[in-house]
């Protein structure tokens, strides 16, 4: 095989998101002679971009201080909150919202539409950023330390011959790579094992997070109303809530979390999801409106104390691929932004990781984890019990004298036998789409069918025996793309993998209960395009 071609900067930034995108505005605006670059899986920036996504502005304002005067295409000044307990017909909203989750002087954006718009003001600053670029391993210098990232081949077929169209991947060698993934970054999975970066830390924790766009007709939506829920469909046991944002030009963005520490191994939550559209309180507002636009994604929530260190020889980790939204504000915008100007600030001296770690939890990034550290944990006891415990560390400030610990969510579910399975009172749908397939479509994933499977499950028995008798294979239901599907046919029963539809969401790879399943990138340019998400 030819060596392959390389190019040089000083520094290549995994991840175009929020956290990757200030990060090397903040350093071009501190060092402009610096050289940058930003790899970006996705076809163009943005397009795999998904969150809620309400805003805290003071770290924008700080990175580029004119920006209100030309905002992101969807930015919608937040006017009111409402916080709901439901039940199957009926609920109660609440008389008082919870501190955390207040938004006056904050925006409802498109956290997509929002880095395409950050992505330009970046070049503008001669920041070189590559979509449509899957950095598919890392690359080490000789002295084993990180040296930059490896762009996966183009054109490889699944049985791993090359097509006409193959292209070999070059290397990306910087000074200083920064990891800027999102939750359970590809790389950032490899560089935590190799480097033991989480031998002081608790476990990482994640939800799910599943989101539509709607089209409603004239007259329905009152633009910058906040609405969040917690109870019906989730049963008690379960963490997870609602959200609902009323933006401009008739849309509403909606979506439920589920966290995936749940115990119940029937559970699906695309399913809960499409039963809270049903609501009551939902429905009638939902109706004869039509889907623009729809994807899943992890949500890191683990927290203070599941932060692995997030420095190694040659790189670090920021963002959401560190671990920094905010559970109880159900956000992490702000935090990835502050993180990335952090970061900038760090490495604008001397281009060396060393210190990073110390400095990240040293700031004002850490202090706010710190606070709310004991609220998604004490869920782990129920829905009553973790109320009664967010209200006291919300009163006490996160005072506490102690710390509630986090485990690994791949260890949470229940066995089939002996398992009570909850009541769920669900109700029978009407709103589209019909099935999690149909719901790909509004997606518009698209992978080639002739490349390389990229969910790669270690050993496929365990799958066809012990995880059919011991959990039900469970992974038919927590994908909320149908990738996964045991099928029976001649040579008897066995797992297919239907990796083109694929959203990225990356929940396999953390919520397997035997955690086999690696999810690698595909090919460049492949995967979900989604629109204002």
């Known amino acids: ?43 163009t920036i943005g397009a795999q971009v998904l969150s809620g996504a309400v805003i805290e502005p003071q770290p924008l304002d700080e990175l580029l201080p004119g920006w209100r005067d030309a905002p992101p295409p969807v930015c919608v000044p937040a006017t009111e909150d409402e916080f709901w307990f439901l039940t199957r017909t009926g609920g109660r909203k609440a008389p008082v919202v919870p501190p955390q ?7 409802i954006v498109s956290l997509g539409a929002m880095c395409a718009w950050l992505a330009p003001q ?40 090359h097509k006409p169209t193959y292209t070999q991947g070059i290397d990306i060698r910087a000074k200083v790579t920064v990891l800027a993934e999102g939750a359970r970054g590809h790389l950032t999975k490899q560089l935590i094992k190799r480097f033991d970066l989480d031998a002081l830390s608790d ?14 007709p004239e007259g329905r939506v009152s633009p910058g109303k906040i609405v969040h829920s917690l109870g019906w469909p989730m049963d008690p046991s379960t963490y997870g809530g609602s959200f609902l944002y009323h933006l401009d ?64 020889p040659g790189a670090i980790l920021i963002g959401d691929t560190a671990g920094l939204l905010n559970v109880p504000k159900i956000k992490g ?99 589209p789409p019909r099935d999690r397939l149909a719901g790909v479509y509004f997606a518009a994933t698209e992978h080639d069918e002739d490349q390389p499977v990229h969910l ?12 059919t008798e011991e959990y039900g294979n469970p992974c038919e239901r927590f994908c909320p793309a149908g990738v996964y599907e045991m099928v029976e046919d001649e040579g008897g029963r066995r797992l297919q993998i239907n990796a083109a539809n694929c959203v990225h969401c990356k929940t ?19 995967g979900p395009n989604y629109q204002n998400l």
Not at 101 to 107: A, D, L, Q, T
Not at 127 to 156: L, T
Not at 509 to 523: H, Q, R
Request: charged letters at 25%; proline letters at 5%; glycine letters at 10%.
């Open 1 to 43: 095989m030819s060596e392959r071609e390389f190019m040089e900067y000083d520094v290549v930034t995994v991840g175009a998101g929020p956290a990757g995108l200030a990060f090397a505005i903040h350093l071009k605006q501190t060092r402009p002679e610096l050289s940058v670059c930003v790899i970006e899986k996705s076809s």
């Open 101 to 107: 989750m207040r938004n006056h002087g904050n925006f």
């Open 122 to 161: 970046a070049e503008a600053l001669g920041v070189e950023i590559y979509p449509g670029f899957a950095a598919a391993e890392p690359f080490f210098n000789d002295d084993g330390s990180v040296g930059g990232v490896r762009i996966g081949d183009m054109g490889v077929a699944r049985d791993a011959t």
């Open 203 to 216: 476990p990482q924790a994640y939800s799910i997070g599943i989101k539509e766009l709607w089209q409603l």
């Open 249 to 312: 030009n008739n849309q509403v963005a909606l979506g439920l979390v589920a966290g995936l520490d749940y115990r119940d191994p029937m559970f699906r939550p695309y399913e809960a999801f499409q039963q809270w559209k049903h609501h009551p309180t939902v429905k009638p507002l939902l109706e004869g409106g039509t889907i623009l636009s729809a994807g899943a994604r992890a949500i890191v929530t683990g927290g203070w104390q599941s932060l692995p260190k997030c420095e190694m």
């Open 333 to 431: 915008t702000h935090q990835a932004i502050r993180s990335g100007m952090l970061a900038a600030r760090h490495l604008a001296g001397t281009l060396s990781p060393e210190g990073w770690d110390a400095a990240l939890r040293g700031s004002e990034v850490m202090r706010e984890l710190r606070t709310v550290r004991n609220i998604k944990p004490g869920f782990k006891k129920g829905l009553w019990m973790g109320l009664a415990n967010a209200g006291w560390e919300t009163l006490t400030g996160g005072r506490s004298p102690w710390t509630l610990k986090v485990k690994a969510d791949w260890t949470s579910l229940d066995k089939l036998d002996g398992h009570e399975a909850p009541k769920r009172d669900y109700v029978q749908r009407t709103l």
């Open 456 to 467: 790669r499950v270690r050993d496929t028995s365990i799958c066809v025996d012990r995880c």
């Open 508 to 526: 396999c790879d953390i919520k397997d209960p035997y955690a086999i399943i690696d999810w690698v990138t595909p090919e460049g340019g492949s």
